[in-house]
Each structure stands twice: as structure tokens, then as C-alpha cells.
């Protein structure tokens, strides 16, 4: 299927048509309402005094100076946590506010409520904190021969293998088939990859408004509403049911809302001043907010025979966790998982390790391990067919997976994956001919800045495809909960706690329930844990499946009671959960039942590029794209993930680094930190391969991860073409390219 | 101190801190919160308005600056319409160039801005005009595509 079609009709819609977003309206009119633009009469603002050392003891913390200020209605340390002085997502290893060390540059110390947010600034800069700077640990290299920033080693004890080292959150082996095999061509890289930030353009916040009765209601902006609650309410020391999160317009999230921000800051600053207390980070407050991508070094061997097909692939994977654990132990898994990309190898030794440093701490982020991986295992696949004389297509299509092969893991491929098929449409999509010169130089490398008429450009295509998994894995138990309220007249209103965060998931929502009641008169109640239960978050390209997994059998439920009932009114919740996954053992790193990964997704990328090698400079020319959606849902939707994700991909490769010194953040603002505008992005041709995945609801997969895990590799995959250098780290700078 | 200026056709008067934003002024003092603060460096468009015709970014106006002119937000922009939106409103939605949309309202003032200096662009031109106006989730096909409909159903 080609996307080239434009929404046919405003809002009603069922699966598998291009229907307009519900919420576009007031998007493009400024009418709707993001979690920074609320506010209330009474309300006081927020503001975090955070830490200007990646490590320090905190010695004393004198918030006296800040009380004195006018307008300063609350300053708090951690010493007012009124429960749990920790949280995480995973492992509750972060302080709500420094306790006696910071651990991370921007770290939170002190909170601050006042009437005006300048005077909120003021007094947080008031505050006086003596710290006692300690020798920091940014080499991640080197991290495991530190002294512990954890001493009580908070990732022990949770399945994984036993790795008695300092500082490391996960270490995972996969060791499948002989790793000693040999093959007839050896070929050997080692490849790294920067931190990239999320840089979604709404920054954290939200609204905190106590209840009056010792509870309180938060509005923000967050993917999984009720894994902030369950993480909120012990350091409040209040009941789940005390603390009600609705969600407030996000504008982007991408993995990096997935943490906790300032929930419980305004929280607390709201409960302790007893009035609504709102919190909104600016951009260089952003940057310290929300964890970022991994950054990672990676050593490959790819070993195959003369024929080019795969015997054996030895992977060793570093990543750079930073200060807390957040998610590293599941992003650990996934770079080991599908290090060696879409292809069938029988023999394999992988090894993988998260580490602890005083680094900015690194999370979830659209790709989630798999990125840093396919741009290793991808330059090694060219590097191999440059190797054995093979056309780099060929090689690909030559080893790819198929349904009944096994992963390293040892999972075999029981539903969908057509890397095949995949492969040889994005290879097919025609390739634009060469631009002649002279041109506009808004058409060459260097752009506006007008710094070549073509001379010293040269062109390049690449190629490169990639894979991760759909859903949560692992064993988790991983569910969505979705209510359908059907009333008399034949309407409904569906309540669902999926979070919206640009995706679209409103859409799929309405489209399933309009599907399955067989009526245009479904409205979305507002997204809350207060009257439905969990949906799980809005992430690993998840949600689209689970909500419409939970919405089609609550609206089949409510079917079945309304006809039970003969009328009436009818009122049924349901939990949706995928087939069971299991852990993978710690010692071998092979899958302990069936599946550790529910279903996996496949996108190819060819691209062609320019580069200026006289001054450095690249351009993405072209992309086309072929990519596995199972079933689109919502064809318009579908293409807006894959070119957005596209477009991340392209910022990794090319421009894209969050930058640090002794473990402070160097660029933390949209001048010094570039992402890609309209002049960097090139026109995509898009493929969708439909291959329903048969464990899913409708045959669906998730669409937004893999377009940004092939990107990057793609890319550098045509840099490399057009300059022959062998460009092993991500993002490419001008001397990289530049001969 | 007190400044009187005309946003979106309306006479508006507030009491503003010397050290606030025309941003600023426009969310937080005349409820005009259509304007969105992303970067506060006049990096990514998102606070995009007109100030006496000419595209701005509001985070770069010191509100006082603004006193005695003239500003159109995005919540001044309409349409002959039955629904009331200006074309480029209508040509985002339907295209599907909003996704979170944290962007669409700088990025709907740079593009009606363009359209009303050069009804027809090319894509070369679309591109250049609203390369000022960062969007972290579209990747710009579909808001090229928005731009060329809107273009379109001008003429």
C-alpha cells in the first residue's frame, strides 16, 4: 500500500481508514489545552533548585534566604517527602529530592512555590546548598573499576545475571549455537553512538491541585498515567486511590515522559502550600528532566562464509546509563536481543552491559536499544558485502529471518515477520536520478549558507534494514484496560487511559469502537486513572495493539450484556492482555519458555545522499521506505509515524548530540542542540507491508519505532557510499566526511 | 507598568514586569495561550506571531516592546468558511500535519505568513519558510503537503 491519500472524511471513521485527528482542530486553532497552558485563579508556581555537579555530598541546605523573598509561599527539601524518599520506574533508586548526594549535573535539591514565576527563580537561586564535590565517574569504560554511586546495588536480586562488578545495572550473555565457529570472511568494527535527547517541543509540566482532604489531582503531560500514580502516591505517603492523574495535552513524549518529572515536586509543594501548584521546565531545564538515549560503544565480529551467508555474530555492547536506572535494564535487553538485526545466525555470543555513571541519566527513547545496535550491525553487513564482492541488498535478503527461524535467543519466529518481503520493496522503490547542476543552493549540501555551486558534491545510496520487538517483553505482565459506557439510545462513551502524546491513539480508539458497535456516536471520555484502569504506557510501539485489544472486547462485552439485558443502559470495563512472555534465562541469555518478545516489526531504508566532502557537509537527498505495519489501522497516521521517526533517525545521524564535560550538559538548548527542520528532511516514498501479525487484535502492529531504529544506519550507510570513509560514530561530524 | 496594544483586532491593556516576554504576556496575561513556549531562544517557531504584519517570535519581544502595536496570534487567524478556520487550519488537519501539535500553531502562523506573501510557492520555498519552525513528530511531509493544499485552495 502507497500513502499519497489525505483524510476522506473529518471524524467518522473505521479500521483502516485515513481518518483526521479528533483533536485537530483545536491543535491548529490553539484552543487545546497542553499541560503547560493550565492554570487556576489561586494557583502559585514551581520552580526546582537543582544540583551544578554531576557528584557531590550535599553537606547543608539553608533554605532560609529563599523564605524570606516576597511571594514565597514553600520551600522544601527532601527532608519534607512525606513518604518514600525514593521512586523509579523500574527500581526506586532516585531520590524525590538530593538526600546527602547528587549523583547527576541538574539533579533536583529544593523546591520553591511563589506567586510569580520569576519569583519562584529568585528564591530557588536564594537557596543556599554547600556541597562537597567528589570525583565523578564519566568514563563508561572504566565505570566498573569505580567506587559504586549505588552501594545497595538496586538492580540485584531481579532475575538478572549476577555480575559482582561496581556500577553495573545489567549485564546480559546470549550465547547461541558454537560462538567459536569460524567462517570463510571475517569481518571486524567498532561503533559508537551519542546521546540523543528526546527534544519533544512541549517541556515537562503540569498542575497540582490538592482535594482539600489530603489528596490531590495532577494534570500532566505523561505516557502511562497509572504507573505515575503508583509511583506518586508512596512518596506522598498517600493511597493509590488519593491521588488521581489526568492527562493534560503532551506536546511529544518519545520514550521521554516515561519517567516521573515534577508529579511529585508539585505534588508536594501543592499539598505543603495548600494551593494549586503548577511546574513548567523551560528547555534547558528540559534537557536535565528526562532521561535521554543511551550513548554506546559496540564491537562486532561478523563472521560468513564465501557464499555470504551468516555462521556467526559476536557482539560486546556498552551502554552509558547515567545516574539512575530508570529503564536501562530493559533497554540492555533489547540491544542484545536484536544486535544482529533481521538476519538467521545460528551461532552467536552477545554480550551486553549497562553501567552506572555520573552521566546524565539515559532511558526510554523511540527505538530503545535497538538503535545503537542496527547502526553496528548494519555497517558490519555492508562491510560484509564489501568483503565477500555481494551487492548489499543481496546479502540482506540472502540471510534474512523468516517465520520458523530462531533469534539468538532461541525464540523461534512463530507469527509475523516478512523481512523478505520487506527488504525487496524498499529495494524496489525507484531511486531518483541524479540532480544536474548548476541548482538552487538550497538543493546541495550547506543549504542557505550557499557554500558550493556542486563542486567537491558527491552522491551516495544506502541501504539498511532493522527490527525490534511490538509490546512489553520479558515476562511482564503487560495489559489495557478499556470501559464502554453504552447508552439507551444506542451512543457511547469509551473510557480509556491510553495516552495521547501525537501518536494517534485517540483515533485508533474511536475507529475500533465505531468498528465494533456499529455507530458513529462514540465520544472519548478525558484520560484518567480516576474512572478506568491502567492501559499501560504509551511506548515499546505498544499502545496501538493493547487499546485496541482492550476497546474491542469491552465494546463486544457491552454488546453481549446489552442484548443479555434486552436495553437499557449498560456500563462493562475489560483488561486486554497479549499472549504470556517469559523471562530469558541470566546465565545463557536463552528464552525460558516459548517467547521473550510477543511479535517483532521490520522496516527498510534506502537513502540517497550528498556530501560536500571539501567542507564537511551532508544532505539527506531521498528516502524510501518499506516497513512491516501488520494492519494499518489508520493509513494517514501510520505515515506520519514513519516519516517522524524517520526524521529522528536523521537527527542521530547527522546532527543530533546531547554534549558533556565531567558530566555536565554542555549544549542544553535548541540553539547549541540541533535537531532537523524542513530544509534537512528529505521527501520519503513509503512501502507499507500488511502482513497481519496473527497474535494481535486485527492483525495490528505497532508503527513507531522502527522507522527511527533503520534510519540511522541507513543514512550513514549513503554518507559512506559518497565519501568511502568509515564513519563508526553517530552523529557524523564535518571532519568525519570531510577529505 | 501598563501597556496598551492591539492583538487580533481587539484593544487590550496589562499590567506587565518590565522583564516579561510578549510570550509571556500574551499566555499569562491576556489568555491567549495559543502561543507556545518550546525554547525561549527563538529557535523553534512554536511562539510564532505576526507584530505589525511582520512574523516574529514572541519569545524575542519583550512585552513592553509591544506596546502601541498591532499582533495576530494564531487565535486571530480565521476563515470564510463554515467551520470558521483559515485554509492553512483546514489544510492541517485534513493532510494529517498535526500530530501532538505542540508545533502546529507557530508553524500555521509562519505558513499563512507565507501564503500571504507568495500565494504560490514552490516546495523549495515552503521549505526555506518554515525552516524557522521545528516539528518533532511529522518529519514535514504532510505539513508540505498542508502548505501546497492551502496554496492551492487560493487560487
Known amino acids: ?739 | 507598568m501598563r501597556i496598551a496594544l492591539t492583538v487580533n483586532g481587539e484593544a487590550r491593556e496589562a499590567d506587565v514586569w518590565g522583564g516579561e516576554s510578549l510570550l509571556f504576556v500574551l499566555r499569562e496575561r491576556l489568555d491567549l495561550p495559543g502561543s507556545k513556549n518550546a525554547c525561549e531562544q527563538g529557535e523553534c517557531g512554536s511562539c510564532s506571531v505576526l507584530l505589525d504584519g511582520e512574523l516574529v517570535c514572541a519569545c524575542l519581544v519583550l512585552g513592553a516592546q509591544a506596546d502601541g502595536h498591532e499582533v495576530l496570534t494564531v487565535e486571530g487567524l480565521d476563515g470564510a468558511g463554515p467551520d470558521g478556520l483559515h485554509p492553512v487550519q483546514r489544510a492541517f488537519v485534513d493532510a494529517g500535519a498535526v500530530q501532538c501539535g505542540f508545533c502546529t500553531p507557530g508553524l500555521v502562523v509562519a505558513a499563512a505568513d507565507l501564503l500571504m506573501r507568495d500565494p504560490q510557492p514552490t516546495d523549495d520555498a515552503i521549505r526555506e519558510a518554515l525552516s524557522g519552525n521545528v516539528c518533532r513528530c511529522t518529519g514535514y511531509g504532510t505539513i508540505l503537503d498542508a502548505v501546497r493544499t492551502a496554496a492551492g485552495s487560493r487560487r
Not at chain 1, 548526594?101 to 530557588?124: D, K, T
Not at chain 1, 507491508?689 to 505497532?702: F, L, M, S
Open chain 1, 1 to 739: 500500500m502507497t500513502v499519497t491519500e489525505t483524510a476522506r472524511t473529518l471524524e467518522l471513521g473505521r479500521i483502516g481508514e485515513s481518518v483526521a485527528r479528533p483533536d485537530g482542530i483545536p491543535k491548529t486553532t490553539g484552543e487545546f489545552a497542553y499541560a503547560s497552558d493550565l492554570g487556576r485563579p489561586d494557583m502559585l508556581w514551581g520552580d526546582t533548585l537543582r544540583s551544578p555537579h554531576a557528584h557531590a555530598r550535599v553537606v547543608s541546605i539553608d533554605v532560609a534566604p529563599a523564605l524570606r523573598l516576597p511571594g514565597v509561599h514553600a520551600v522544601l527539601t527532601h527532608a519534607d517527602v512525606p513518604g518514600r524518599p525514593t521512586y523509579g520506574l523500574e527500581f526506586p533508586d532516585q531520590p524525590v529530592l538530593a538526600i546527602d548526594r547528587v549523583r547527576y549535573f541538574g539533579e533536583p535539591v529544593a523546591l520553591v512555590a511563589a506567586e510569580h514565576p520569576e519569583q519562584a527563580r529568585r528564591a530557588a537561586a536564594a537557596i543556599v546548598v554547600d556541597y562537597e564535590q567528589l570525583e565523578a565517574v564519566t568514563a563508561m569504560d572504566r565505570a566498573t573499576e569505580m567506587p559504586p554511586l549505588h552501594p545497595e546495588r538496586p538492580t540485584m536480586g531481579h532475575g538478572y545475571r549476577d555480575d559482582p562488578r561496581p556500577n553495573v545495572v545489567r549485564h546480559i550473555l546470549i550465547r547461541h549455537g558454537d560462538p567459536e565457529t569460524a567462517g570463510d570472511v571475517s569481518v571486524e568494527g567498532t561503533y559508537e553512538v551519542g546521546i540523543q535527547d528526546q527534544a519533544f517541543l512541549g517541556p515537562e509540566a503540569g498542575l497540582a491541585v490538592p482535594d482539600g482532604e489530603g489528596g490531590v489531582d495532577i494534570y500532566v503531560a505523561t505516557q502511562w498515567l497509572h504507573v505515575d500514580r503508583d509511583q506518586v502516591a508512596p512518596c506522598l505517603a498517600l493511597a493509590p486511590e488519593q491521588v488521581r492523574i489526568h492527562l493534560a495535552g503532551v506536546g511529544g513524549a518519545f520514550g521521554g515522559r516515561e519517567d516521573l518529572s515534577m508529579q511529585i515536586h508539585a505534588a508536594m509543594l501543592a499539598l505543603h502550600a495548600k494551593r494549586p501548584v503548577k511546574i513548567v521546565y523551560d528547555r534547558e531545564e528540559s534537557f536535565t528532566g528526562h532521561v535521554h538515549r543511551h550513548p554506546a560503544t559496540i564491537r562486532c565480529e561478523h563472521r560468513a562464509t564465501r557464499e555470504g551467508r551468516l555462521v556467526c555474530v559476536r557482539m560486546d555492547i556498552l551502554l552509558d546509563g547515567g545516574a539512575y536506572a530508570s529503564s536501562s535494564t530493559a533497554v540492555t535487553s533489547n540491544a542484545a536481543s536484536f544486535a544482529a538485526g533481521p538476519y538467521r545466525v545460528d551461532n552467536a555470543l552477545i554480550e551486553a552491559t549497562s553501567v552506572y555513571t555520573n552521566n546524565p541519566p539515559c532511558g526510554a527513547m523511540r527505538g530503545f536499544g535497538a538503535v545503537q545496535t542496527c547502526f553496528a550491525a548494519e555497517a558490519q553487513m555492508d562491510k560484509l558485502a564489501d568483503a565477500l564482492g555481494i551487492d548489499p541488498v543481496e546479502l540482506r535478503l540472502l540471510n534474512a529471518l523468516e517465520p520458523g527461524d530462531r533469534l539468538p535467543t532461541g525464540q523461534v519466529i512463530t507469527g509475523s515477520l516478512p523481512v523478505r518481503e520487506v527488504i525487496r520493496r524498499a529495494a524496489a522503490i525507484p531511486v531518483p536520478e541524479p540532480e544536474e547542476l548548476p541548482r538552487d543552493p538550497i538543493r546541495l549540501p550547506g543549504g542557505a549558507g550557499n557554500t558550493t555551486r556542486g563542486e567537491g558534491v558527491r552522491r551516495g545510496v544506502g541501504f539498511a534494514a532493522g527490527f525490534k520487538n511490538i509490546c512489553y517483553s520479558e515476562g511482564f505482565d503487560d495489559s489495557c484496560a478499556a470501559r464502554i459506557l453504552l447508552r439507551a439510545d444506542g451512543g457511547a462513551e469509551v473510557h480509556c487511559a491510553a495516552a495521547e502524546v501525537g501518536q494517534g491513539v485517540v483515533n485508533v480508539i474511536l475507529q475500533v469502537a465505531r468498528t465494533e458497535l456499529g455507530t458513529d456516536d462514540v465520544a472519548l471520555a478525558p484520560h484518567t486513572t480516576a474512572t478506568v484502569g491502567s492501559a499501560g504506557s504509551s511506548s515499546a510501539s505498544r499502545m496501538t495493539w493493547m487499546a485496541a485489544g482492550a476497546v474491542r472486547d469491552a465494546c463486544r462485552a457491552a454488546l453481549e450484556e446489552r442484548e443479555r439485558r434486552g436495553g437499557g443502559e449498560v456500563d462493562v470495563e475489560r483488561v486486554y492482555r497479549h499472549p504470556r512472555t517469559q523471562p530469558l534465562d541470566p546465565e545463557t541469555g536463552q528464552v525460558t519458555g516459548e517467547r521473550a518478545h510477543v511479535a517483532l516489526a521490520v522496516a527498510a531504508m534506502r537513502v540517497v545522499a550528498e556530501v560536500d566532502v571539501e567542507l564537511g557537509l551532508g544532505r539527506v537527498v531521498w528516502v524510501g521506505t518499506a516497513q512491516d505495519v501488520g494492519r494499518a489501522v489508520n493509513p494517514l497516521a501510520v505515515r506520519g509515524q514513519i516519516e517522524g521517526g524517520t526524521a529522528q533517525g536523521l537527527g542521530l545521524a547527522l546532527m543530533e548530540e546531547l554534549q558533556t564535560r565531567d558530566g555536565r550538559i554542555l549544549n542544553a538548548s535548541f540553539t547549541d542542540y540541533l535537531l532537523p527542520t524542513a530544509l534537512d528532511m528529505p521527501p520519503v516514498e513509503l512501502d507499507l507491508v500488511e502482513d497481519p501479525e496473527p497474535d494481535a487484535p486485527y492483525g495490528v502492529k505497532g508503527v513507531g519505532e522502527p522507522p527511527t531504529v533503520v534510519s540511522t544506519a541507513a543514512i550513514v550507510s549513503a554518507l559512506r557510499d559518497a565519501t568511502g570513509r568509515p564513519l563508526t560514530r553517530v552523529p557524523v561530524r564535518p571532519d568525519d566526511i570531510c577529505l
